[in-house]
């Protein structure tokens, strides 16, 4: 099966993006969080990023999992995680600060913040109401990739 990047617009094997390790568990990972926390995880982690040189899949999947970690509540991480995006995309817009993240304490103070002013549980509520609506099917492209797996583990 044929992925079209949405980038640049090449073409690609889906059996390429299993065979890295790191990468289906970060696929996994992004699978199983509710969409108001996956996406700006996604543009979080594209934060670390240099200019010049892609951020192996490893380190992709070790610092969404350390971001994660920073509180139990998934909807505050989440919050957060929103925030920080913009904010740090606002200072890049204006030229304040182009060079990439090197660790997580902008995120921690947010997380901070945000739990402090109790945005976490609001949040958490709201997400429960969604919850109780009927879910659409998991994501095409996990499907796949799962049944992929099982396809060579035979």
């Known amino acids: 099966m044929d992925i079209r990047c949405p980038c640049c617009h090449s073409t690609f094997g889906l059996e390429h993006v299993t065979e890295d390790e790191a990468l ?7 699978a199983d969080l509710p969409r108001e926390v996956s996406r700006p995880l ?31 509540d998934v909807s505050l991480v989440g919050a ?7 904010a740090i995309r606002g200072k890049r817009d204006n030229g304040e ?3 990439p993240l090197r660790n997580h304490n902008y ?15 609001v949040q958490s509520g709201a997400m429960v109401e969604r919850e109780a609506a009927p ?3 998991a994501k095409g492209v996990m499907r796949a990739l799962q ?3 099982r396809g060579r583990q035979s």
């Open 147 to 149: 049944a992929m797996e």
């Open 42 to 72: 996604v543009a979080y982690v594209g934060l670390f990023r240099g200019k010049t040189r892609a951020t192996a899949y490893e380190r992709q999947l070790r610092l969404a999992r350390e971001a994660l970690e920073l509180a139990g």
């Open 80 to 86: 957060a995680l929103s925030e920080t995006v913009e």
């Open 24 to 30: 289906r568990e970060m696929m996994a990972l992004l």
């Open 107 to 121: 995120l921690k103070r947010v997380v901070e913040s945000l739990g402090a002013r109790g945005v976490g549980a």
């Open 135 to 137: 879910q659409r099917p």
């Open 97 to 99: 600060d182009t060079r």
